[in-house]
Structure formats: structure tokens, C-alpha cells
């Protein structure tokens, strides 16, 4: 049986967060977004936690493990994205997390970076900090297969790794699972480069204006978008912002997928019973959020133990036999 263990090597390319770093920008009382340089993904973070598993006594496994790189949703690094992780450790499979925010010197915590930060502010940090994660990862292949790493990212995380597709090399990522993908912020890229298979609990109504408010259905006003510019691949967000046809909708996620598919992208959707947004998170919590000052939303997040087991089951099933490519 596998134990697992963090690398207990240091980097020796930290590269820790500038002076000028990016500053907190008050938009209306309790709402804010990020304006300035971000960091840099620094592998020497407090954060960064690098997991590889190994045999009980410690020996390397016989074959290096393939890597999941985990982007957190809009809260920050919490217990679902480390729930996830120690799930996936004990299935041979290493592991990557970080906080993009506090990588940018921000420690607010979950109820700032939950409810009072835009979409697009906190997509934007965790970006920079995943696609740093993935070209870092790629120099470790002392410790893993760095051609089987995966992105999982859930809410705000999973509409960066669905961007974090179109960038990446087939030849080290074989798939990218974003789970509870949001349409909105810095958008949805029009081409992908590697597999997709977004996940969706059957009662994810995150941040809802009604019950039936679906994530995968979700839409809202073009204002709530940032054209990402060039360090984000060309995509929905650069017809659909504030500026570029402001009055019209996002496009729902759902309609991105389909689009994708019809382009022949190997992209899918695994819908799971008995689960809200966050299935990692804990049991279904059918709680109401307040998102900036008073706009006052459905948020359900968790899932019931017999979904989080299929997702987990479906996972190791794609990490160990990945879909073939082209």
C-alpha cells in the first residue's frame, strides 16, 4: 500500500512575489477586482504543495505517477481542493495545489475572495499561478510522468484550466476536467489542444438567482466579462465584455462544449446525481450567499458520499487509462 509524501527537495528557482505586486481595487463597498502586475507561480510557496506517492517504507514506485495539477475555485486553496487531492494520493497519483492569491501576497481569506472579488479578478491570478504550476511541473521529471499530468480546476479554477486547454502540449497534458465551469470572467477559449471532460452535480445552482438556476445553463451580462488580452487565449470574452457588445449574454457553458464539439474537440460532460457545486467539498449544504453587497444567491455546494466515490472512480479511470490523441 502507497504512503504518500510532500518533495522534501527546496527549488532552486523561487521566484517570490515583486514589491509592486498586484493591488486590491475597491469597485462599490464590499466588491472589488485586482489591478497591477500578478506573481509569478513560485514553487518555493507556503501554498505549493508537491505530492508524489511512494511505497509504505518510502522507495520510489516502479513506474513515476502521473500528476494532477489542481487549480482551487474562487474561495482560494480550501478542503475541497485538498479533499480531492488526498483521494487521488491514495490512488498512486501525485498532486499539485497552490493559492494563487496568496502567491500575490493576498491572505483575505475565503469569505473576501468568495463573495467581494469579480470573476474575471480572480481568474486572472489563478491563470498565471496554474499555467506557472504547468511549465514548473514540467522540469520534474525526476519525480513524475510528465507526460501524463492532468488539470483539474473547480468554479473559478475550472474556467482556468478549460482556457489553460488551449495552451497546453498534448505531448505532457492527456486531459483537463473542469468541475462546475462558470461562463463568465476572463471567458472560454474557441480552440482546445487536449481532451476535456467537464464535471456538473445535477443540483449546482453556485451563485443561482433562482433554485433552478443550472451552472452548465448559466448566463449573465456581457459587462461581467474582462477581454483577457494576450496572455489568455483568444476566446467567447473578447466578443462579450464591457466594451465589445456589452448589452448582450455569455454564452452558456453547455452551448461552449457543443460548439467545441462540433469543431471535432474530444470534449464531454459527466453529470453526477446527488451533487451540488464543490462535489469534493463535504455533504449538500443548501445555503444562500450574498455575492458583493446585496445580491443575495443560490449557492448548494457539496455532494452526497455515493457521487464523490463515481467522481473519484471516473477520474482514476481517465488519469490511468487516458483518452488516445491525434
Given amino acids: 500500500m502507497a504512503t504518500h509524501w510532500a518533495a522534501a527537495q527546496t527549488p532552486n528557482n523561487c521566484q517570490p512575489a515583486p514589491a509592486d505586486v498586484a493591488q486590491i481595487v475597491v469597485i462599490r463597498p464590499r466588491f472589488h477586482t485586482v489591478s497591477g502586475p500578478l506573481a509569478n507561480f513560485d514553487p518555493c510557496h507556503k501554498s505549493v504543495q508537491l505530492k508524489v506517492p511512494s511505497r509504505w517504507n518510502g522507495t520510489p514506485l516502479p513506474v513515476k505517477p502521473p500528476l494532477v495539477i489542481i487549480a482551487h475555485g474562487g474561495g482560494g486553496l480550501g478542503a475541497l481542493e485538498m479533499n480531492l487531492a488526498a483521494a487521488l494520493q491514495k490512488n498512486d497519483i501525485a498532486t499539485l495545489v497552490f493559492d494563487a492569491y496568496q502567491l500575490n501576497g493576498f491572505y483575505?481569506?475565503?469569505?473576501?475572495?468568495?463573495?467581494?472579488?469579480?470573476?474575471?479578478?480572480?481568474?486572472?491570478?489563478?491563470?498565471?499561478?496554474a499555467k506557472g504550476a504547468y511549465e514548473w511541473a514540467l522540469t520534474q521529471s525526476d519525480k513524475i510522468d510528465t507526460s501524463s499530468i492532468f488539470l483539474q480546476g473547480v468554479s473559478n479554477g475550472a474556467a482556468v484550466v478549460a482556457n489553460l486547454a488551449s495552451v497546453v502540449s498534448p505531448d505532457h497534458v492527456k486531459a483537463v476536467i473542469p468541475e462546475?465551469?462558470?461562463?463568465?470572467?476572463?471567458?472560454l477559449p474557441d480552440n482546445v489542444a487536449v481532451p476535456i471532460r467537464l464535471v456538473f452535480g445535477k443540483l449546482d445552482n453556485y451563485g443561482g438567482k433562482h433554485q433552478e438556476d443550472w451552472m452548465?445553463?448559466?448566463?449573465?451580462?456581457?459587462?461581467?466579462?474582462?477581454?483577457?488580452?494576450?496572455?489568455?487565449?483568444?476566446?467567447?470574452?473578447?466578443?462579450?465584455?464591457?466594451?465589445?457588445?456589452?448589452?448582450?449574454?455569455?454564452?452558456?457553458?453547455?452551448?461552449?462544449?457543443?460548439?467545441?464539439k462540433a469543431q471535432k474537440a474530444d470534449i464531454d460532460v459527466w453529470f453526477y446525481d446527488n451533487a451540488a457545486h464543490g462535489i469534493f467539498q463535504g455533504p449538500i449544504d443548501r445555503k444562500m450567499l450574498?455575492?458583493?453587497?446585496d445580491n443575495l444567491t443560490f449557492s448548494w455546494t457539496g455532494s452526497d458520499p455515493s457521487a464523490k466515490e463515481k467522481m473519484l472512480a471516473d477520474l482514476v479511470k481517465l488519469i490511468k487509462n487516458p483518452p488516445t490523441q491525434p
Fill in 108 to 129: 483575505q481569506g475565503y469569505p473576501f475572495w468568495g463573495s467581494q472579488a469579480t470573476n474575471e479578478s480572480r481568474q486572472r491570478m489563478i491563470y498565471k499561478a
Fill in 290 to 293: 450574498t455575492y458583493g453587497t
Fill in 180 to 187: 462546475g465551469l462558470p461562463g463568465m470572467g476572463i471567458g
Fill in 216 to 260: 452548465w445553463q448559466r448566463q449573465d451580462s456581457c459587462r461581467v466579462n474582462r477581454s483577457p488580452g494576450p496572455e489568455v487565449p483568444a476566446g467567447n470574452a473578447g466578443r462579450c465584455n464591457g466594451r465589445q457588445n456589452p448589452t448582450d449574454v455569455t454564452e452558456k457553458p453547455i452551448d461552449w462544449m457543443n460548439r467545441l
